[in-house]
């Protein structure tokens, strides 16, 4: 089964970056699509960004489209988030995602905390 593990979160003043690491072990994950998901406390759990297959296609939220962007190593098979300019409403656990057909992994979340 494919495990997704997280990092790179951390504490961080507005208007700063953070890059977000995804690795994956047991399958290569250039057979997925992949996604950056985040949830906020209180709130549901919203896409942020996404990635198909090829790589050749890219999705953001209206919230972070032009601060954020994913990309994927598949010789790390490792995918990322760059998150720039952040904002203290992007605080919130971040979840990296891998989809095959019907299947969908989840990593364990990472916490993005922007604050001053």
């Known amino acids: 089964q494919l495990r997704l593990v997280e990092s790179g979160g951390g504490l961080v003043q507005p208007g700063g970056s953070l890059r977000l690491s995804c690795a994956a072990s047991?399958?290569?994950?250039?057979?997925?699509?992949l996604a950056w998901y985040r949830q906020a406390p209180g709130k549901q759990r919203e896409l942020v960004a996404f990635?198909?297959?090829?790589?050749?296609?890219?999705n953001y939220s209206d919230s972070v489209k032009g601060r954020f962007t994913i990309s994927r190593d598949n010789a790390k098979n490792t995918v990322y988030l760059q998150m720039n300019s952040l904002k203290p409403e992007d605080t919130a656990v971040y979840y990296c995602?891998?989809?095959?057909?019907?299947?969908?992994?989840w990593g364990q979340g990472t916490q993005v905390t922007v604050s001053s």
């Open positions: 995602n891998a989809l095959l057909g019907s299947q969908a992994y």
């Open positions: 047991a399958y290569t994950l250039s057979y997925y699509a």
């Open positions: 990635m198909d297959r090829s790589g050749g296609i890219t």
